[in-house]
């Protein structure tokens, strides 16, 4: 078995992308996306932003810095399975949260 050697730079750019994705989350936060309405809840667009950056950020750092995009096919399937298994938690924690009788707020 061999080990992949990856090159400083490639270190390097993926270092300076996540300080780059960092700024943008800060820079992000200083606007309000808004709220809309959708089917029937307020999703905060603020939140959904933050999140997507915060995927890219972990997803870089897992596929150089934990050498997981030049590892072997079975820890690739570890990874994979790992994020199956948070999806399906999620989804259980959603439905959980969908299912319990909240009081109407009058406004």
Known sequence: ??????????????????????FVTTEASRFDLGQPDVFGFRIPLNVLVALGIACVKASLVVLFFMHVKYGERLVQLVIAAAFVWLFILILITISDYGSRPWPIAHT
């Open 1 to 22: 078995m061999s080990a992949h050697v990856v090159s400083p730079r490639i270190y390097l750019a993926v270092f300076a992308a996540l300080l780059v994705l960092t």
